[in-house]
């Protein structure tokens, strides 16, 4: 951790910290961090978008902000209109702006924008706003200057939150996938259900009238027992056509399984 930050901002940065990560709830994440950010920071606003990647546009998912500013959840923000925003997403860097129009919609006055990553790859934007007449400044002033201390506090929990956000949603595509895996497991058994049921009750319901002498003549019985052969024939088509597609399942998991194990290997052994 940053010796810039003091003891007691470390302390406070562990506790935020473990707080993120015991939720795998993007939505509570985002909500936890601008809440901790800014009431640790007294800032007048604090907002954080997702930054999907390549994208040229994103919005605001979660906010703090003190009254009676303006709120801006739900905005959509131009990364074109936001060149602070592109700064640093490039460079994973903090970026200050210490001056804005002074019809300035937001009444912001100071801005420290940091963005949240992994792997070096970025995933969010957290932007902290100093607005005119905040609790920060003085005589309706926010010409304070943001500290070092503060700066690097803002960018250790955006290393975190970046951390945080990636396993959240790693998570919640592998839930959302097996959940539909799951269901086109139930389409399958009751389409198959269906599929073996028909030719099964056929065959049942020809034989029935065979044993129970229902044949007007021997013609029609031969007919019945026919029948019952033909929707026996196509039975042992529909098994034999699930049990190759189970079998074709099962050789993709494990394709895909003994891929995943060798792309593991060449990482740890790679080619010189």
């Known amino acids: 951790m940053n010796q810039q930050i003091s003891a007691q901002s470390q302390k406070v940065l562990l506790q935020i910290g473990r707080k993120i990560r015991r939720t795998l709830d993007v939505d509570t994440i985002w909500q936890q961090t601008v809440n901790s950010l800014g009431q640790t920071l007294g800032v007048?606003?604090?907002?954080?978008?997702?930054?999907?990647?390549?994208?040229?546009?994103v919005k605001v998912a979660a906010e703090y902000c003190q009254k009676p500013f303006l709120p801006m959840l739900g905005m959509e923000i131009s990364l074109t209109s936001a060149p602070h925003f592109i700064q640093a997403l490039a460079t994973l860097e903090p970026v200050v702006i210490e001056s804005f129009k002074a019809d300035d919609l937001f009444q912001r006055q100071s801005l420290l924008v940091v963005a949240t990553a992994y792997q070096e790859q970025p995933n969010g934007i957290i932007s902290l706003h100093r607005c005119e007449g905040g609790s920060s400044g003085k005589g309706g002033k926010t010409d304070r200057p943001w500290t070092s201390g503060q700066i690097e506090f803002a960018q250790e929990l955006a290393d975190q939150v970046g951390s945080a956000i990636a396993l959240a949603t790693l998570y919640q595509e592998s839930n959302q996938r097996t959940q539909e895996i799951s269901q086109l497991k139930k389409q399958f058994l009751l389409s198959a259900s269906h599929e073996l049921r028909t030719p099964l009750n056929h065959i049942i319901g020809y034989l029935q009238l065979t044993i129970d002498d229902q044949a007007d003549d021997p013609i029609e019985e031969r007919d019945f027992i026919q029948e019952a052969h033909r929707s026996a024939i196509h039975l042992s088509k529909v098994i034999s056509n699930i049990l190759d597609y189970i079998q074709l399942s099962e050789g993709c998991q494990t394709h895909a399984e003994l891929d995943a194990l060798r792309s593991k290997e060449k990482q740890k052994f790679p080619h010189p």
């Open 44 to 57: 007048s606003r604090c907002i954080i978008c997702p930054y999907p990647s390549s994208n040229l546009q």
